[in-house]
């Protein structure tokens, strides 16, 4: 999808023609149905330098080049350059701050605080190929544009929000949490973005407590994420029909 000009129904032609993977188109042979000689030509430059830009990790190569409906599909080869990433602000308006940031690599969780560590975010970002958000594109993104100056995101971007959409699952994150069986720590299961910029302003006056519980419930928005990204690779792959690598070497993903 990533090539130029395939589309979803030229991209299954190629694949009942027998070209699977890159390697396929790269082979001998003449130019697949639907491809002149210098239209292929083209195509298998474009897979060259993908392969390039796939060794060298040059996530930026295939931001530019996919869709942005389709950057869920390059999850897997950045998989282990992912930030899960969800915000809490002051309110909804663009006049309204950043409170709290929390970045989870599947591993380890940083969280960033106003007043504390949050001017050390961008920095933190430049090590990720891949974000992952949920309504990041309408929210999380342009707010954290505005709260930096000059922060760009040449990141791969996944906003889960719209491929879950697709495989029927609306709603907020907590109701598609829910959907899922996903569960929540009984001491932040309820809360809301609302009850956010609550402790937000109880934790300004004083309360300690409110503060922790913010970052508990932040915490468990970004690790939910990963597991929301896993469901919606393994659905929307098989919802697009990609067939399976001939090493099934993506296949673990969709048990885990």
Known sequence: ?????????????????????????????????????????????AVEDSGQALERADHVHFAEALAAAHHW??????????????????????????????????????????????????????????????????????????????????????????????????GGLKAIEHALDLPRDPSIEGLDGWDAVRLWREWQRGNAQSLELLVRYNTADIENLEHLMKHTYAHMRSAAGLPCDRDGGREAIDGR
């Open 73 to 170: 599909r390059a999850w897997p080869d950045f998989m282990g350059q992912t930030a899960y990433l969800d915000i809490e602000t002051t309110g909804l308006h663009s006049s309204d701050a950043v409170t709290v940031v929390g970045l989870y690599d599947g591993v380890r969780t940083s969280t960033f605080i106003a007043g504390e560590n949050l001017d050390e975010l961008p920095a933190a970002l430049e090590k990720y190929a891949m974000l992952v958000t949920f309504n990041g594109a309408s929210f999380d993104l342009p707010f954290l544009a505005r709260c930096f100056r000059g922060l760009c995101f040449g990141q791969l971007h996944v906003d889960l929000m719209y491929p879950l959409r697709r495989l029927g699952l609306r």
């Open 1 to 45: 999808m990533h090539l130029p000009g395939v589309g979803e129904t030229t991209e299954r032609r190629l694949w009942e023609s027998g070209i699977v993977t890159w390697s396929d188109a790269l082979g001998p042979g003449d130019a697949p149905r639907g491809f002149s000689g210098a239209r292929w030509e083209q195509v298998q430059r």
